[in-house]
């Protein structure tokens, strides 16, 4: 609302849309100022780059002489603009200029000024208002940025596309010693002459390339050095295709490499356009043509919006279903690790717990992905025959209501987007064959539903930039529906509405739901997994006419995770005798458990991570007669575990760093099958009395500050 900026201190939580690094804890009651000791959103300083010293030098000048409010640096897509960015704001002289007055955000194709001030606010750890426009969020802005006083500040906005100037003037506030970096595939004259960074000298592509393909020594299977310079040719001085093509080459025999250069020579210059680059690049996908569900994963990727972080959970959930991976993720980190180690996926573990190193555990852990690679995901999705199409991933928003059918020519993959919904449109009501549809919607286009079937699909990704969102009517007609996921990249909760559709999707089994305010529940019978992820529960838990036991009996994993405004566990859930993994962190109102918890007899993962207010374990926890991992680690409110726990007969993992205080009973001698204890060095001391009398028992202990942020 407008007013005054009001402070409030609280715990910084990651937003999706910024790429935030290093987590604090708690905000200290000095509020902004002990919040802003790091730049705010900047990536992690790249390990490896070459070439970038000279554009790096020009940059750096243009950013620290007087004068100039706005800089603009522009380049093909894949040329490193944002790492050469990121390279500035690490540069100690920049530091030294604008100290911790960084701030890092990225725009992407469809920039929601609301949101990205919203992001800004709660970074400076201040309450985050309820802007009623964009007007009011400009003028909320501009109280927040004068708070930083006379210091300098320094603003990057990273990818940056057209149509986005309004917004970008939005930024443009009369403070002193304040800049702007832009980068953009565009030069945007209007803001002045840009900086061109230019592709690298074939030298610097050399060394760039060698590094990747792991060439720096020699050996007999080494491809001759001819070979490499025809390779890195073709490349074009981009450095995204030299670093792809570099990994994916890394180790393979001679004739994958001449295969290579063959197909590569073949085709115009990748600087000619950006389908040119896609089809450079769709040809280096042929390695992994020894595992057709990896190729099939990497195309998955692209069913997430831009510039977001894709959640891993979200990725297992998918794989699960569609080709049969593992429940645990163990398989799905297979794929993505390789993914990872190609260079066509980036993975970030936001934070780090202690039971990160319990091999199943990954709510921590994100995709990032290069737009570039993004749009090569959704190039080969689209490449398929429309009918038999696996994937259709429709954007609509507000900065197009015509859904961009080329009018803005905001860029090639806009476009596939756009032909995606005519298709769409054009088709019969009954004839949406694919087997996965995800939406991208914001709040201004919530009506354009009517003609959309999708009986066949089997998966449904909904990506919203909305408070307030109906499920659409056509969802009533999903029969083989086996998965949904909701995301709504808004800072508050979505509240969610015709709930009450998803009771006629008998095969639905895998819900994840983030930054929803979920209502009450209705009857899935056949759901055996619900994710709930910075979602507002109390209407469903407290307030629902529908107990969770009668909403879904034969449930077998329950998440939820940084719901804060949960205080008990929804009644009826111990009447859940399905229930074989929950999993309840990061919740810290949370602070008693039902005493018949007892009754959940196939339980066999019980998570508590960070549940701060947590004051006690009932002593009915010893009948979990098949628990075998229980996290209680950063409980710091727990002062004992009860007699009944050395009843855990069947317990082998037991997380509990950060639990100092908490007294173990004498009853833990009687856990036989206990082989693991983790914990800090502190919380250790308090087990070794018992360690004789388990030999079984290794106790691991780990170095690390408690942290309760995202």
């Known amino acids: 609302m407008g007013g005054q900026v009001t402070e409030k201190p609280k715990h910084r939580q990651h937003h999706s849309l910024f790429q935030i690094k290093d987590s604090k804890s708690w905000l200290s009651m000095e509020g902004m100022a002990q919040a802003m000791k790091s730049p705010f959103g900047v990536p992690e300083n790249p390990e490896f780059t070459f070439g970038l010293d000279g554009p790096l030098s020009k940059l750096k000048m243009e950013v620290l002489k007087e004068g100039v409010s706005i800089i603009v640096l522009t380049g093909f897509g894949g040329s490193g603009k944002t790492t050469l960015a990121t390279k500035l704001c690490w540069d100690e002289q920049v530091k030294g200029k604008f100290k911790e007055n960084i701030l890092f955000v990225t725009f992407s194709k469809t920039p929601k000024l609301k949101v990205i001030v919203e992001g800004l606010f709660e970074y400076c750890g201040y309450q985050v208002p309820e802007f009623q426009s964009d007007e009011d969020a400009v003028i909320q802005l501009g109280r927040l940025l004068l708070k930083f006083g006379a210091s300098p500040m320094l603003l990057v906005l990273d990818d940056v596309w057209p149509g986005a100037e309004t917004i970008v003037e939005k930024f443009k506030i009369k403070i002193p010693d304040y800049k702007i970096l832009m980068t953009s595939r565009v030069a945007f004259p209007r803001f002045g002459t840009p900086l061109i960074l230019k592709p ?144 066509l996926a980036n993975v970030s573990v936001t934070r780090k717990n202690t039971s990160d190193t319990d091999s199943d555990y990954y709510n921590n852990h994100f995709i990032i992905l290069h737009d570039t690679l993004r749009d090569l995901a959704i190039y080969e999705s689209t490449k398929e025959q429309s009918k038999q199409r696996k994937r259709v991933m429709i954007d609509i928003n507000e900065n197009d209501p015509e859904w961009n059918l080329g009018e803005k020519q905001q860029g090639m993959m806009t476009r596939i987007l756009s032909n995606c919904f005519r298709w769409c449109a054009e088709l019969k009501p009954q004839q949406i064959p694919a087997h996965t549809l995800s939406i991208t919607i914001d709040e201004t286009c919530t009506s354009y539903w009517s003609n959309m079937r999708a009986t066949k699909a089997e998966v449904l990704i909904l990506n919203l930039r909305t408070n307030q969102h109906f499920l659409p009517g056509f969802l009533k007609e999903m029969s083989k529906l086996k998965v949904l996921v909701v995301t709504n990249y808004s800072f508050h909760p979505s509240e969610m509405n015709n709930f009450e559709l998803l009771g006629s999707l008998p095969k639905l089994k895998r819900i994840r739901l983030e930054r929803i305010s979920v209502p009450s529940f209705v009857t899935l019978k056949n759901l055996k997994k619900l994710s709930l992820y910075l979602c507002n529960t109390r209407q469903a838990f407290e307030n629902g006419y529908m107990l969770i036991s009668d909403s879904f009996p034969n449930i077998e994993d329950l998440n939820i995770d940084y719901c804060k405004d949960m205080v008990e566990l929804p009644e009826g859930l111990c009447d859940i005798t399905s229930l074989k993994r929950l999993s309840v962190t990061n919740c810290h109102k949370l602070s008693a458990l039902p005493q018949e918890i007892e009754k959940l007899g196939n339980l066999e993962l019980l998570r508590l991570n960070s549940c701060t207010d947590l004051e006690g374990v009932p002593d009915s926890i010893g009948g979990l007669s098949n628990l075998r991992i229980l996290d209680i680690s950063n409980c710091v409110g727990l002062s004992n575990l009860p007699e009944d726990f050395g009843k855990l007969f069947n317990l082998r993992n037991l997380y509990m760093t950060s639990c100092a205080r908490c007294e173990l009973p004498s009853s833990i001698i009687n856990l036989k099958n206990l082989t693991k204890v983790v914990c800090d060095e502190e919380t250790a001391a308090s087990w070794e009395p018992f360690k004789p009398m388990l030999p079984n028992l290794n106790i691991s202990r780990i170095n690390g500050s408690f942290s309760v942020g995202i």
């Open 200 to 343: 690298l000298v074939h030298e610097d592509a050399i060394t760039l390339f060698r590094h990747h393909a792991l060439l720096e020594k020699s050996s007999s299977n080494s491809p001759t050095d001819d070979l490499v310079q025809k390779v890195v040719r073709h490349c074009n001085g981009i450095p995204l295709a030299i670093k792809v093509i570099g990994r994916l080459l890394c180790h393979q025999p001679n004739e994958l490499w001449r295969k290579m250069e063959e197909e590569l020579s073949q085709g115009h210059s990748i600087l000619d356009s950006n389908i040119e680059l896609l089809t450079f690049l769709e040809k280096i996908l042929d390695v992994l043509e020894d595992n057709s569900i990896v190729k099939e994963c990497f195309m998955d990727l692209g069913l997430f919006p831009e510039d977001q972080r894709i959640p891993v959970s979200a990725l297992i959930d998918l794989w699960a279903e569609s080709y049969g991976l593992d429940d645990d993720g163990i398989e799905a980190m297979a794929i993505i690790n390789k993914l990872s180690s190609k260079n």
